[in-house]
C-alpha cells in the first residue's frame, strides 16, 4: 500500500516514538522512508539596533551547530532504519516553519504518506507556536498518519 513514508523529526521523545512506529509500518509494506529534520533560520538577537551583548552568534558557526545537531537525530534514525532492514534517506533542511518543510520535502521526495508524532518538543514553545502537526494534517495532499 504505501512505499515511500515520509518520517519528520525533532528529536524529542515522542518523535522517536512516532519514528520506531513508522518503520515498523515500512517494514510490514516493504517501504523506503526518508526522514527529516527542520532547523530554524539563523536569527541575530537586538534591541533597537544593537546586538544583545552574550547572545551574538555568527550565521556559520549558527548553521554548523544545527546541522551537527541535525546529523546526530537523522544518523540515529538512518542506523535504526538499517538494523530493521528498511531503506533510509535522511534531509536537513533550513526552515522556520516545520509544517511546510515537511510538506515540501514530501513533495520532493515523492512519499506516499508521511507518519508523524502527535506533538513535538512542547511547553511554551508549542503554545506559541502551535501545532505542526496540525498544520501539516490541514495542508497535507497525501495521507499523514499521526501516532501517539
Known amino acids: 500500500m504505501f512505499t515511500h513514508i515520509l518520517i519528520p523529526t525533532d528529536g524529542s521523545e515522542i518523535s522517536a516514538t512516532a519514528t520506531q512506529g513508522a518503520l515498523a509500518l515500512a517494514k510490514i509494506h516493504k517501504a523506503r522512508v526518508t526522514v527529516m529534520l ?10 533597537e539596533g544593537y546586538l544583545l551583548p552574550g547572545l551574538q552568534m555568527d550565521k556559520k558557526d549558527w548553521e554548523a551547530a544545527a546541522t551537527t545537531r541535525a546529523h546526530k537525530v537523522l544518523d540515529d534514525v538512518a542506523a535504526k532504519a538499517a538494523s530493521v532492514g528498511v531503506k533510509c534517506d535522511t534531509v536537513h533542511v533550513f526552515k522556520d516553519m516545520p509544517h511546510a518543510a515537511i510538506l515540501d520535502t514530501a513533495k520532493k521526495q515523492g512519499c506516499d504518506v508521511i507518519v508523524m508524532a502527535s506533538h513535538g518538543y512542547g511547553g511554551f514553545k508549542q503554545w ?12 497535507s495532499k497525501i495521507p499523514v498518519l499521526v501516532y501517539r
Do not use: Y
Open 38 to 47: 527542520a532547523s530554524p533560520t539563523f536569527r541575530q538577537m537586538a534591541e
Open 128 to 139: 506559541v507556536l502551535g501545532s505542526e502537526t496540525t498544520r501539516v494534517l490541514s495542508q
